[in-house]
């Protein structure tokens, strides 16, 4: 079979897998990916089996597709862990007023945010030193950490919201 007619023959098939894995990698990706598997199937088909093209090329379509999903975590995994000093630099996040981050601290927070909040936001530590240092799962520090800003964050609107309204009262 021609390229051509392999490709216009099996478009819908290779659109309907690489549909089931949206989101993951780019769907232009997963279709590229998905005819890779197609041509696979070409070549290690064997009509004498009594089985149909489709069926069998189901297979090595979602197994190129799969693949290229793996290596794909696998990159951006390595690439986070590579580039966490540049990606995660507290400074960056440290948008806030020192009183704000004091006030904040000082309430009544679970020792362990405590702990994640002062070496992460004061003492410029990564997460995964941070986790090493506690004995936690860095993946735990980091939500952890968004937790805190997500708390930071609605403590300096609300603390926005009522000095408004103060000085309209005044």
Known sequence: MKMEELYQNYLPLVKSIASRYKGRVS?????????????????????????????????????????????EKIQSLDSVELNEEILENPIIERTYKSEDLDIFLNKSLPPLEQKIFKLYFQEAKTLSQIAKELGIRRERVRQTKQLLLRKLKINQKLTQDLYAVNRLSV
């Open 27 to 71: 769907f232009e990706d997963l279709v590229q990916e998905g005819f890779l598997g197609l041509l696979e199937a070409e070549k290690r088909f064997d009509s004498s089996k009594k089985a149909k093209f489709s069926t069998y090329a189901f297979y090595w379509i979602k197994k190129k597709i799969l693949e290229a999903i793996r290596k």
